[in-house]
């Protein structure tokens, strides 16, 4: 288990916000990150007629002070604060909360990992004939993508892991006929289905969660199944037998047994397409079985508080976690979540510093026009030239990722924005990224 993160005092209670991200990576080699933990946080933005991001944050902020932004220019010589307004305060991220969890989770696991779900026979129950004599122990992974091919098609981006696979690798195996049922361990998570503090409304945004999910928990009419262990058993049952593999018995949630072996199983995509997935829908179910699995495979429990608490970590050590920085959950949903400026273009600079990693986290956050940023951005000379992940939900507007100049310079950014004006916000945001994609901020000064 890793040390506990120091204490902290809570930040003040605002309201949280969802948004969205991706390609086009900025020449790594020009940056030279001195002391990734160093961040130029200065209080105000300044305003300056050779500046024109500041003064368009400056302008925003007047009118909307409870912001954090951060603006850094990544010269060879080392970061150049371009824009600046509060970098150290701690707000809600609204969903660029997701930045952190796709850190954390290649940072604990790497971009290569892939989640492998199994069935086993029990200890002495696989006989002559390819029968098993008992039941089948189906042992969930913490796999988000797990789903029918039907359902990986239509909301998957075809990216999902195959259920049918498993079942006809249990056939490739000899398997022939199952007596004793399927039995579903979902043990890698703990009991917790939805995100810490969390409204009762948003198991509409998430839903349940499960060491073991198939079709996201999802009811082929849509709902949340109610118990997602028997859900993803029946689904393999349904597979098993179209595979030709006879299966009698009932369909239950329990512990694996010890001592089996294993007669088939799948792998995931790698990580690394996964936060595709995830980044570019901006997919809380991904988002929150990823934490668990950052819990899970990082710390030995599967439970959100344990990822959130790893994530946090991860930054506390390479200095990157702000004082008030308070990580609830993996989505963003929680209003209780608290990231600030500085931290978002900390773990960004992190990224571009670190690029066997990295280069998979930028490369996840959606383009202009792709993904949630599908509207905004779209301009010609800046869509290709932008990474970024969007945020927003009740009062909060949030934008964080990187741009390159049309010269060439590349820039890392963060705007946490809690207003009711959600429009003015994210104008404001476009603004600042298109002129830095313009190359309006590449001779700017750093501001006081």
Known sequence: MPAPAPARAPGPTLACGIVNPRRCSPPKAL???????????????????????ATTIDAFVAKHPTSSVLVQRLDAAGPVTVASWQPDTSLAPASTMKIITSASSLLTVGPDFRFTTRLEAGADTEGPGGIIHGPAYLIGAGDPMLATRAYSRANLDRLGTPIEALARNVRRHGVRSITGGVVVDETLF???????????????????????????????????????????????VAALRAAGVRV??????????????????VRSRPLARILD?????????????LTKDVGAYGAGTGAT??????????????????????????SGLSHSNRVSAATLVGVLRLALAEPAWGDVLIDSLPQGGEGTLIRRLKGPKVRKRVHAKTGYINGVAS????????????????FLMNT?????????????VTLMATGRADTAVAVP
């Open 190 to 236: 703990d009991r917790q289905r939805t995100g810490p503090l969390w409204k009762s409304s948003y198991r509409w945004e998430c839903p349940p969660l499960s060491g073991i999910a198939t079709n996201q928990n999802l009811a082929n009419n849509g709902s949340n199944v109610s118990s997602p262990a028997k859900a993803a058993g029946q689904r393999l």
């Open 277 to 289: 997935f995830m980044n570019a829908h901006s997919d809380n179910f991904t988002a929150e079985t």
């Open 248 to 265: 009698s018995g009932r369909v239950r949630a329990a512990r694996d047994a010890a001592g089996g072996t294993v007669v088939g199983q």
């Open 31 to 53: 940056i030279a990150i001195a002391g990734v933990a160093a961040l130029a946080c200065t209080g105000g933005a300044a305003m300056a007629q050779s500046n024109p991001v």
């Open 305 to 330: 508080r344990v990822g959130t608490a790893r994530a946090e970590n991860l930054l506390h050590e390479r200095g990157l976690l702000q004082v008030n920085d308070n990580f609830v959950d993996g």
């Open 399 to 414: 934008l964080a990722g990187t741009v390159t100049s049309v010269s060439g310079t590349p820039y890392a950014f963060a």
């Open 420 to 432: 009711q004006d959600i429009s003015a916000a994210q104008k404001a945001m476009d603004t600042a």
